[in-house]
C-alpha cells in the first residue's frame, strides 16, 4: 500500500518510511526492478525518496507492476 499510495505523489514515498514499513529498503528487496525502471526515466531515487519521474506518473501502473 505504501508504493502503491506514495508514487501516485508528486514528492513520491520517503525512503526512510518504506524502509520501516517494508522491513527493507527497495534497492534490496527489488533492484533489478529499480535499476530498470530508472534507466528507462521512469523513476527517480535519491538518499531522501523514492518517487517517479513526470514520465513515470504517465505509466504509474507499469511501474507499480515491475516494484510491487
Not at 508528486?10 to 530508472?38: C, H, N, T, W
Request: proline content about 4%.
Amino acid at each position: 500500500d505504501c508504493l502503491i499510495m506514495g508514487l501516485r505523489l508528486i514528492s513520491g514515498i520517503p525512503r526512510q518510511l518504506y524502509r520501516e514499513i517494508a522491513g527493507a529498503d527497495l534497492m534490496e528487496k527489488k533492484s533489478a526492478a529499480v535499476d530498470f525502471l530508472v534507466k528507462e526515466g521512469l523513476l527517480l531515487i535519491d538518499p531522501a525518496s523514492i518517487r517517479l519521474s513526470p514520465r513515470g506518473l504517465d505509466f504509474l501502473d507499469t511501474c507499480l507492476t515491475w516494484l510491487i
